[in-house]
């Protein structure tokens, strides 16, 4: 419950201040966003034996690394690199979560009105606090790889839902080393700035 109001309290602070001219996908400098869902291992997927669903909020920071490539074309769009700060509460193991900071390289696609489709890989660190006899250490890394749509309600101001496939290891660092291989279905809200 922590973890949400201080990435409540990170939203607030990052929101845009209103501004005479609205950004949006193609023209905005950035973007602050806050996504929740569902998560759930795939058990026997790889080396997962552990159930383990979870309760995900993410809070997200998009910085816009170019302008438009590949206008008139169908891969239209922009270069974004995505900081995160997660919290997962993992639902079944008594509450537990894991904690952390993500950084992703996104590809936003900007050629349809109202909607940006998007792709997004990267990886990052998680202090896990599960509880699991089969994971050895409680510092652990993850990559992830997704993809998601925005739809704009307003010119910077856009609903979006989101798949992503997300891993935790300890990257051999610690043993025993069962991974987390799992699904996360989240939706939440993000707005852009100029």
Do not use: C
Not at 17 to 35: C, F, I, M, N, S
Not at 38 to 49: L, N, P
Not at 74 to 88: I, S
């Amino acid at each position: 419950m922590k973890a949400f109001f201080i990435s409540a309290a990170l939203l607030f602070f990052l929101l845009p201040a209103p501004q005479a001219q609205a950004a949006d996908a193609a023209t905005a400098r950035d973007e602050v966003a806050l996504l929740s869902g569902y998560g759930i291992t795939h058990r026997y997927f790889g080396a997962t034996r552990t159930q383990v669903q979870t309760w995900d909020l993410i809070a997200r920071y998009g910085y816009f690394l170019s302008r438009e490539v590949g206008v008139d074309s169908w891969y239209q769009g922009r270069h974004e690199l995505l900081m995160e700060v997660p919290y997962h509460l993992a639902i079944d193991q008594g509450g537990r979560s894991m904690t952390g900071g993500y950084l992703l390289g996104s590809w936003k696609f900007t050629s349809i009105k109202d909607l940006a489709p998007y792709i997004f890989a990267g990886g990052g660190i998680l202090f896990v606090d599960l509880g699991l006899q089969s994971m050895g250490s409680r510092l652990n890394y993850s990559y992830q790889g997704g993809t998601g749509l925005q739809y704009f309600i307003r010119p910077n101001l856009a609903l979006m839902a989101e798949y992503r496939y997300h891993h935790i290891s300890n990257a051999g660092t610690a043993s025993p080393n069962e991974p987390l291989n799992s699904s996360k279905f989240l939706t939440g809200i993000t707005f852009y700035r100029q």
